[in-house]
């Protein structure tokens, strides 16, 4: 397990995961933030009450899959793929930037 920006993520495969000390609606809100800054067009995006599926591109035509769920009241875990392949390098760099977001939102 790796420890990023006080969180407990985890990578492997193209895949980049981590538990996020906010509540569902900023960690999904975190995200699309952060593809729209990156000039990610979201292809789909899926809101229920305890989770968010949100799919986009990167501007060379590879996909982003993008999970959040809330796993108790203020924390959710954020789970990505890049690739059908998997690119470790872009879901890791993704997911910092995610961090980031939710890091300058939250003031940590």
């Known amino acids: 397990m790796l420890c990023l920006c006080g969180c407990v993520g985890n990578m492997m495969g193209g ?3 981590a538990v996020v000390k906010v509540g569902l609606n900023d960690a999904c809100g975190s995200a699309l933030s952060t593809l729209t800054s990156e000039n990610m067009p979201i292809i789909s995006k899926s809101v229920a009450a305890n989770k968010a599926d949100i799919k986009a591109e990167y501007p060379d035509g590879k996909k982003v899959w993008i999970n959040v769920n809330e796993v108790s ?7 990505l793929r890049v690739g059908f392949v ?10 910092n930037k995610i961090e980031s977001q939710i890091n300058t939102k939250s003031g940590q």
């Open 86 to 95: 998997g690119d470790d390098y872009r879901a890791n760099e993704l997911l």
């Open 15 to 17: 895949k980049a995961g």
């Open 73 to 79: 009241p203020g924390y959710s875990n954020i789970r």
